[in-house]
């Protein structure tokens, strides 16, 4: 029952400070697991793993709630998710095999790394940047993709 009350204030919390800030849950909700599974009394080796693996699983429920929603309103270009989806997908099994075989340190400084990226990116990015006027083609989407895909399954950001 504790473990059921932990995550959903877990849950809340990640979605009240998402919403307010605008950041995905991954962002807030894999420290709060961290300490979760901590208070649980899961091995430390296991926590971040633990905490990772879980927001992932919202992402994928979540992620397919989305896209039904945006889809009834017209707003997914199927096109992109064809084109980008196998590259996203196969960058995430590899992520996933990585964060199997690394410590847990090691996956919360991935975690940390990304955080403090995103970070600067709200604070000093402007909407306006624009990397390119097109999506990459070719050898570079797949490398973004599957770029993109790894440090999802690494951080547990669903972006």
């Known amino acids: 029952m504790f473990l059921i009350l932990a995550l959903a204030l877990a849950g809340l919390g990640a979605g009240f400070l998402g919403g307010l800030f605008g950041v995905g849950g991954g962002l807030l909700m894999v420290p709060a697991l961290v ?3 901590g208070a649980l009394g899961a091995a ?3 926590r971040a793993h633990l905490a990772v693996g ?3 699983a ?3 429920v979540t992620s397919f ?3 039904s929603a945006h889809r009834k309103s017209g707003a997914v270009d199927g096109q992109v998710l064809r084109d980008w989806g196998p590259w996203v997908a196969l960058g995430g099994a590899a ?5 199997g075989q690394v410590s847990g ?3 919360l400084g991935v975690f940390a790394l990304a955080a403090l ?4 990116q709200f604070a000093f990015g402007d909407p306006k940047w624009r990397v390119g006027a097109h999506l990459p083609r070719g050898g570079l989407r797949a490398g973004l993709g599957a770029g993109l895909g790894a440090l999802s399954a690494l951080t547990g950001f669903g972006g």
């Open 54 to 56: 879980t927001s992932l």
């Open 95 to 99: 992520g996933a095999g990585i964060a």
């Open 117 to 120: 990226v995103l970070s600067a």
């Open 65 to 67: 709630r989305s896209l």
């Open 105 to 107: 340190a090691a996956l």
């Open 44 to 46: 430390p080796a296991a």
């Open 58 to 60: 919202v992402v994928v």
């Open 35 to 37: 300490y979760v599974f």
